[in-house]
């Protein structure tokens, strides 16, 4: 013999069910990833993601979307709905264009640059000490990088690159005398350029204001939403620090600047 249910038990049964299959619902976010070798930071930047949804209770499976070097204005429109997500400097252009999560998520040191060059080039900087001094020498940068509007801003000589590798390879030849790289990224950069002839200038460096943001689609609000809160919730229980220490403390404390004889240049950053 079965035995029914009241009714108002078997719908208290499927609200609970719904509601149980809702919280289990895993949300699948596409991340955009730059079809090069991938460096610290970027390993860092997805483990910071991921423990930010996790912190958030938002189930996700995140799935990386190669990008070529020449889909940038797809990349920074996130206009194509198999993109979700990316990271980036921030400028005015791309704060319209996605939503921005405005939590540096290198702690501002995205806008400390080191200055790689030539081995055979590094007499150069000896007794550089200003802008005006500094702006007698050859930089290079992308030509769609916010870096670039900014050194220019501040008469600085700049050669705009959309060939990434080739910027390297020019400033390591000495054809280009120097290339700005954020104290997070330029241990990765020497690494991933062994062969090269270039070195990290002692006791010199630029900086401006700026960020690094996570930059959302605006098809998705929940998503930026639920990042934001996780990365609050690292930040007020220590997760945050610990981790970006965990991948950069070593690298940041390794650079070849002495507290007395180090010279840092300020730019300003009228677009940040």
Not at 248 to 265: G, Q, R
């Amino acid at each position: 013999m079965i035995t029914m249910l009241p009714l108002k038990y078997l719908i208290s049964a499927i609200s609970l069910f719904a509601c149980s299959a809702i919280a289990n619902e895993v949300n699948i976010v596409h991340i955009a990833q730059e079809q090069r070798e991938q460096y610290v930071p970027d390993d860092y930047l997805k483990k910071l993601l991921s423990k930010a949804l996790v912190s958030a209770q938002y189930p996700a499976d995140i799935r990386s979307v190669f990008i070529h070097p020449h889909q940038q204005r797809i990349l920074i429109a996130l206009d194509t709905e198999k993109l979700d997500l990316y990271w980036s400097m921030s400028s005015p252009e791309r704060e319209s264009l996605a939503i921005a999560i405005k939590i540096p998520l290198f702690k501002g040191y995205i806008g400390k640059r080191a200055l790689l060059a030539s081995k055979d080039s590094l007499a150069s900087f000896k007794g550089v000490n200003t802008i005006e001094q500094l702006s007698k020498l050859s930089a290079v940068q992308g030509h769609d990088w916010p870096d670039t509007k900014i050194m220019e801003f501040n008469g600085l000589h700049v050669r705009p690159l959309a060939n990434y590798q080739a910027m390297f390879t020019l400033t390591s030849s000495g054809r280009i005398d120097y290339f700005p790289r954020s104290f997070i990224e330029v241990h990765s950069d020497l690494a991933a350029n062994k062969q090269s002839n270039l070195s990290i200038v002692p006791n010199l460096f630029i900086s401006y204001p700026t960020g690094c943001y996570f930059f959302v689609s605006k098809r998705k609000p929940e998503l930026a939403e639920a990042i934001e809160k996780g990365l609050k919730i690292m930040q007020k229980n220590g997760e945050f620090d610990a981790l970006f220490n965990e991948y950069f403390a070593k690298e940041i404390n390794n650079l070849p600047y002495s507290k007395a004889d180090t010279v840092e240049i300020k730019l300003d950053n009228p677009y940040f």
